[in-house]
């Protein structure tokens, strides 16, 4: 089975901008979760969705967002950027909405100037 | 709310010692812990997780971790390191009211010298 993917894998913006990235799960699974990841804040979760309903979202701004097809693949959308966003982001997939271990994607590191 | 803590930014061991990777949690209810370790430049692996059941969970390459509920405690072990070994390794906790959502420990460099 293919592993979780994530596109692009690396992206430059600017502030102001906004960028979406996008992540497919592993096949059969309906659970997709994004995470960022920073050198001072760590691991942090954004948002979780099952079977396109969002389930669950952390402690991020507005300007986060995301959403979930029919087919489970997931986009997660940043605006209006700022310096602090850069960051690798990280999605991550389940079988079930609980229980199951979460198979993580390789990121997309975004960079923001 | 739910916390993890990893107290060592790093730990250095030899190859061929036995290994330990330390991580406390803090959670309401039972706990679903999970290790998982990154490499350079790639996404989180999974390595092992404890749902319930016998207190020591084996996982992949390896490596084990011992639950306990008294210590609240899920210290990730080897028994012989391999210079391969040498990654991050991060220690989470998902509490079960919150869907899929792990709260994630700062994470352990572990260095494994020839």
């Known amino acids: ?113 | 709310a739910q916390s993890v803590a990893q107290p060592e930014d790093q730990v250095n061991v030899a190859e061929g010692n036995p290994l330990t990777v330390k991580c406390t949690y803090s959670v309401s209810g039972n706990p679903y812990l999970f290790w998982y370790v990154q490499y350079p430049n790639r996404g989180l692996q999974f390595l092992l997780k404890y749902i319930t059941g016998d207190n020591l969970v084996k996982g992949s390459y390896g490596f084990e971790a011992e639950f306990n509920k008294s210590q609240t405690s899920f210290h990730l072990k080897k028994p012989s390191a391999l210079v391969s070994d040498s990654a991050l390794y991060f220690c989470a906790v998902r509490d079960n009211n919150a869907g899929n959502m792990l709260t994630f420990g700062g994470g352990t460099r572990l260095m494994v010298k020839p």
Not at chain 1, 41 to 68: A, C, D, I, M, V
Request: charged share 15%.
């Open chain 1, 1 to 113: 089975k293919a592993g979780v993917t994530q596109t692009p894998r690396y992206l430059i913006k600017t502030r102001g901008q906004q960028v979406t990235l996008s992540c497919s799960p592993i096949s059969g699974h309906r659970s997709v979760s994004w995470y960022q990841q920073t050198p001072g804040q760590g691991l942090q979760f954004l948002f979780e969705y099952f079977s396109e309903t969002q389930r669950n979202k952390g402690n991020f701004p507005g300007r986060f967002s995301g959403r979930q097809f029919s087919n489970s693949r997931s986009e997660m959308n940043v605006s209006t950027l700022e310096l602090g966003d850069s960051a690798l982001y990280l999605c991550a997939s389940s079988l079930e909405m609980v229980r199951g271990e979460q198979f993580f994607g390789p990121g997309t590191r975004l960079t923001v100037l």
